[in-house]
T-cell receptor, first 116, second 109 residues
Framework: KAGVTQTPRYLIKTRGQQVTLSCSPI?????VSWYQQTPGQGLQFLFE???????NKGNFPGRFSGRQFSNSRSEMNVSTLELGDSALYLC???????????????FGQGTRLTVV | GQQVMQIPQYQHVQEGEDFTTYCNSS?????IQWYKQRPGGHPVFLIQ?????EVKKQKRLTFQFGEAKKNSSLHITATQTTDVGTYFC?????????FGQGTTLQVKP
């Protein structure tokens, strides 16, 4: 079974630009969640999608958005990039429902975003 | 509100010594999960605890969930260099994971 795949692995962008990151979950998983990891703030929840609907949202500004497609693949977008957006962005997939609603999450390798 | 507090932030031990990290919540937890992140890696699920007072073991790792379901601990017996990494306690709620600050373990050979 293939794991969670995130692309690209590394990205360098300029302040003010926008960026789109992609996440392909494990086959059969319908929940995809996104996290920002920085040395200062640790791992922070961005949002979670289940069956193409945003089910949960963290405390990030509206510049951070996401979506999920019918095949459960997910993208997150950050517009008007700021230096502070430099971070490792991780996505995780899980079954997301029923008896497995709170079972383990499987993380991708992450996308390392550097804003200059 | 939803945060989980984790201590210590860092721990340096000599190989063979024991290690413990603690996790506390101000509210009752429905479950607690533990993840390990190796340097340069991504979080990897270790275990989930659900029942009050639950204790689970994985080889040298012992996980506990408090009777009041407000705290948890991870204890590693006789650490090895392969135990190096950051250990996170995490509360899970319908696809949303709230991470503790993590405890970074360094093991001196």
């Amino acid at each position: 079974k293939a794991g969670v795949t995130q692309t690209p692995r590394y990205l360098i962008k300029t302040r003010g630009q926008q960026v789109t990151l992609s996440c392909s979950p494990i086959s059969g998983h319908r929940s995809v969640s996104w996290y920002q990891q920085t040395p200062g703030q640790g791992l922070q929840f961005l949002f979670e999608y289940f069956s193409e609907t945003q089910r949960n949202k963290g405390n990030f500004p509206g510049r951070f958005s996401g979506r999920q497609f019918s095949n459960s693949r997910s993208e997150m977008n950050v517009s008007t990039l700021e230096l502070g957006d430099s971070a490792l962005y991780l996505c995780a997939s899980s079954p997301g429902q029923g008896a497995h609603v709170n079972t383990e999450a499987f993380f991708g390798q992450g996308t390392r975003l550097t804003v200059v | 509100g939803q945060q989980v507090m984790q201590i210590p932030q860092y721990q340096h031990v000599q190989e063979g010594e024991d290690f413990t990290t603690y996790c506390n919540s101000s509210t009752t937890l429905s479950n607690i999960q533990w993840y390990k992140q190796r340097p340069g890696g991504h979080p990897v699920f270790l275990i989930q605890l659900v029942k009050s007072g639950e204790v689970k073991k994985q080889k040298r790792l012992t996980f506990q969930f408090g009777e009041a379901k407000k705290n948890s601990s991870l204890h590693i017996t006789a650490t090895q260099t392969t135990d190096v990494g950051t250990y996170f306690c995490v509360r899970s709620n319908t696809g949303k994971l709230i991470f503790g600050q993590g405890t970074t373990l360094q093991v001196k050979p």
